[in-house]
């Protein structure tokens, strides 16, 4: 669980919350048909813009914003560090029973091809393939969640226009002017609330996690090449240590 994300949602809600309550009731700031105009308008024009299969996809991509399930740097060094120890010792097949264990389906990878003997180039390229696609996927997710929160706004505006238009109309009559305003003036602020405080966040939060996942890839990779060329674990060490800043390296006495 990411809990800067969960924390982030909690107070940037809970602090706006708090300051209508310093005023009204929540329940003023509640509208079905503003509602349904941000939520259903974003959400068409997103499969508009974007394949029917992206947008069903959202739930996990959003999903990746409050969860993380990556190894940290350290715990990749550690790791290569003894399997290279291991291959020196007993030679590149022990790491065969070893691979079941993995549960990164990127180092299992990399890790089955070095032990069937393939080319360190030949390793290299097929890895490098993964990163690439990676990349788009991780890509192509980050910019649909930037799309929602570029559209939701502008849903928010036409909510307002319609709520206007309503009002206009019905000048005469005293009572609808208050609903029809409401509706105008809350389209915007859901508009400008989910954009704001939701779906520019967790742009953001995905292609900063996007970012830290292929370094960790890149690093993962060096370790394998390492490997499969037969290097010295402390030479090993010092490789992947040079993916990370001083102050986060792993010393070794």
Do not use: W
Not at 136 to 155: I, N, W
Not at 189 to 214: C, D, H, Q, T, W
Not at 221 to 245: A, F, T, V
């Amino acid at each position: 669980m990411d809990l800067g994300t969960v924390i982030g949602i909690v107070l940037s809600f809970g602090l706006v919350c708090s300051a209508i309550l310093t005023g009204s009731s929540l329940i003023i700031f509640v509208s079905v048909p503003s509602f349904l105009i941000v939520i259903g308008g974003t959400l068409g024009a997103a499969m508009v813009n974007y394949p029917i299969s992206y947008v069903i996809g959202l739930v996990g991509v959003v999903k990746n914003t409050f969860f993380s399930s990556l190894e940290t740097p350290r715990e990749i060094i550690d790791r290569f560090k003894d399997y290279a120890n291991r291959a020196r010792r007993e030679g590149i097949l022990s790491l065969e029973p070893l691979i079941k264990e993995i549960d990164d389906d990127y180092m299992r990878k990399g890790l089955q091809l070095t032990v069937d003997g393939l080319e360190p180039q030949t390793i290299q390229e097929i890895l490098e393939t993964e990163i690439s696609y990676l990349s788009e996927r991780h890509a192509t997710g980050a910019d649909l969640v930037a799309v929602l929160g570029t559209l939701s706004p502008a849903m928010g505006m036409i909510g307002t226009v319609i709520g206007l238009v309503q009002m206009l109309q019905t000048m005469s009559d005293p009572s609808t002017i208050g609903p029809a305003m409401a509706v105008a003036l809350l389209t915007t602020l859901y508009g400008a609330i989910l954009a704001n405080l939701v779906f520019n966040p967790m742009a953001g939060k995905l292609k900063a996690r996007s970012k830290e996942e292929i370094l960790l890839r890149e690093m993962i990779m060096e370790g394998i090449l390492s490997i499969s060329k037969g290097e010295n674990p402390r030479i090993i060490e010092e490789k992947l240590n040079s993916y990370l800043p001083p102050k986060d390296r792993v010393v070794t006495n």
